[in-house]
């Protein structure tokens, strides 16, 4: 795990210091060939995306530690960083990740300063942010208590009073997220949110279920009995990478990507790395 404040690089397959990686300097402005929410905008052809000084075009795409799905200790990077890679290098593509916060990455995303952030749910405020590829696999997004205090849920309102733990400025579900008369108590994450459902100071949490899954037996397997999901869940929620609108090549390179993923899609690949994805969530720590 890098020091707070330190960044993590991944190109191919290995992780480097970021301070050894060149920043991103590209410039500014875009199109999206949907419809964006506030009227239609007139704008340019897209442009060709930009060359690599090896001949290739290396994308500056910021990501962040969301295990199973990403992390800079997992092999490749985890699933979301072998989708990226796969799919630019079937459009003849090369990415380089780098990890950081979240909300760095989307402040370096808005200044055009990264070519995209990954991976990200859509919403109605990221379509205004970025240009979001075709989806991809994700997972369910689900509530999870203790055992005993888990409960089967019709409307929202039959939550209200429940203190929820969420991770700060994460995205769930436009419903959830819009109900404001939900108790949510923010976390850094959701090792912090299990850890705080387990000793009592949040009655639920909300979270990914391969996330929850894989944190408790990867950090906290004697627990992982504790705990259960609410019924219904949320919602099942896809993938995005997240081009940044304020790059003149933003529309070239999302439809570059949307094709390389159909391709390994059609080939397969998806799929199959989706399900070595799942494996990660139950597989016993060793020792187990």
Request: contains cysteine; hydrophobic residues 40%.
């Amino acid at each position: 795990m890098p020091a707070p404040g330190q960044d993590v690089s991944i190109s191919g397959g290995s992780a480097v210091s970021s301070e050894s990686a060149p920043a991103s300097t590209a410039p500014a402005s875009a199109i999206n060939g949907t419809a964006h929410p506030g009227g239609q905008r007139t704008t340019p052809p897209p442009a060709r995306p930009a060359k690599g000084s090896g001949g290739g075009s290396a994308l500056h795409i910021a990501t962040y530690d969301w295990p199973p799905y990403v992390e800079h200790n997992l092999p490749h990077g985890g699933y979301v960083a072998r989708v990226i890679r796969a799919a630019l290098a079937s459009v003849g593509l090369e990415a380089r990740l780098e990890f950081m916060p979240w909300a760095r990455g989307m402040s370096l995303l808005r200044d055009g300063k990264v070519t995209a952030v990954a991976p990200a749910y859509r919403t109605a405020e990221r379509e205004s942010e970025c240009d979001l590829s075709a989806p991809f696999p994700g997972g369910p997004l689900a509530l999870f208590g203790l055992t005993a205090n888990t409960l089967h849920w019709n409307d929202l309102r039959d939550l209200a009073g429940l203190r929820i733990g969420v991770v700060r400025g994460y995205a769930h579900t436009q419903a959830f997220d819009a109900a404001a008369f939900l108790r949510k108590e923010p976390a850094n994450d959701e090792l912090a949110n299990l850890r705080k459902l387990l000793a009592g100071r949040i009655d639920a949490m909300a979270a990914d279920r391969n996330v929850v899954h894989f944190l408790l037996r990867r950090d906290l397997p004697a627990q992982a009995a504790s705990l259960a999901e609410f019924d219904p869940i949320l919602g099942e929620r896809d993938l995005h990478v997240c081009f940044s609108r304020a790059r003149p090549d933003h529309a070239a390179l999302r439809e570059a990507f949307d094709r390389g993923l159909a391709t390994i899609r059609a080939s397969g690949l998806l799929d199959e790395l989706h399900r070595e994805m799942r494996r990660l969530t139950e597989e016993q720590p060793a020792g187990q």
